[in-house]
């Protein structure tokens, strides 16, 4: 996951979930917790 901050002072999170044999998945979402739950179901769905 990577902070992101703009040059207005707006901070936005991109999250990039990577794992063999599946394409690389990328977002962008303005609060952390919706980028860590994001993240932690992104994975879940790639591993099954």
């Known amino acids: 996951m990577q902070k992101r901050e703009l040059q207005n ?3 936005s999170y991109r999250v990039q979930v990577r794992l063999k044999g599946h394409p690389i998945k990328r977002t962008i979402f ?5 980028a860590e739950k994001r993240a932690q179901s992104t994975e879940a769905a790639m591993r099954e």
């Open 30 to 34: 303005k609060r952390l917790t919706d």
């Open 9 to 11: 002072g707006e901070v």
